[in-house]
């Protein structure tokens, strides 16, 4: 099935620093909503905090260009659903269940088999939203840092899968995941994420800035996918942007 997104617009490269980068000129030169970068491998791809991005060929790295009406609403939701959208995919293609960890990690078998960057380009103030799936990897594959915390499609099904079509069905599962953001369906977005969520429940430690940890319980999304978390005193403090450090049981 061929995805519409209006205007629609794929790149392809071989090879690119990053497909955020590009993504972002795409921005800076108008182009329209939908657009999609993708990339074989990149020399710098990215994650949150600037981390490094494993990228090396047999992954899907793409970045996605969203348009959504200004002033923004709730633009935490759009980073729930990039992950929702990518849960939708692997039911699809191979009857997955991934797990979504707060903010917007998919995990499969408590591995993280997709990460997602949502970055926003200042200028235009458009929304990249940058989605790196590892596909075709054999578990040998991944550098040692992550080998054990990192799994793939591949890993989970015993094939190798079509790049191009694995990219097509992110494309449209994330246009059908976006239209309902667009037509206000907030709620359903925040109860889709915690129906397949593997956060709320446990306990995490929130790193939401330099040396700045809380520890509690995650309890419940805000209506904006604010992640409430009950600290020890019984307070609940909302974290609007972080990461969860080791669990505890
Ligand atoms: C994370 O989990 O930290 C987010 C990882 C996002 C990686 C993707 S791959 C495509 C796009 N280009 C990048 O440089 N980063 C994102």
Not at 175 to 190: E, P, S, V
Request: proline share 4%; charged share 20%.
């Amino acid at each position: 099935m061929r995805v519409s997104w209006p205007l629609e617009l794929v790149e392809s490269h071989t090879e690119l620093a990053s497909t955020q980068n590009r993504a972002m000129e795409l921005a800076r030169s108008g182009a329209s909503e939908g657009s999609t970068v993708i990339a074989q491998t990149q020399s710098a791809g990215r994650g949150r905090f600037a981390r490094v991005w494993f990228s090396k060929p047999g992954g899907l790295w793409m970045s996605v260009l969203l348009r959504p009406a200004l002033p923004m609403e709730r633009p935490g939701l759009l980073s729930l659903l990039a992950g929702l959208a990518i849960h939708d995919v692997l039911r699809n293609i191979s009857s997955i269940e991934a797990g979504l960890k707060w903010p917007n990690d998919v995990y499969v078998e408590g591995k993280k088999i997709c990460g997602i960057l949502m970055e926003q380009e200042a200028r235009s103030g458009a929304i990249i939203l940058g989605i790196g799936v590892n596909v075709n990897f054999l578990q040998a594959d991944f550098p040692d840092e992550i080998r054990a915390r990192a799994v793939s499609l591949r890993m989970c099904t015993g094939q190798k899968h079509d790049l191009p079509a694995v990219a097509e069905a992110v494309r449209l599962a994330l246009w059908q995941r976006y239209q309902q953001f667009q037509n206000k369906a907030h709620a359903l977005t925040l109860s889709e994420w915690k129906k397949h969520n593997i956060t709320l429940g446990t306990w995490v430690n929130v790193q939401y800035g330099p040396g700045h940890v809380i520890s509690g319980q995650a309890i419940d999304l805000s209506p904006e996918g604010f992640l409430l978390v009950q600290d020890r005193q019984g307070l609940t403090q909302t974290i609007t942007a972080g990461e969860l450090l080791a669990e505890q049981p």
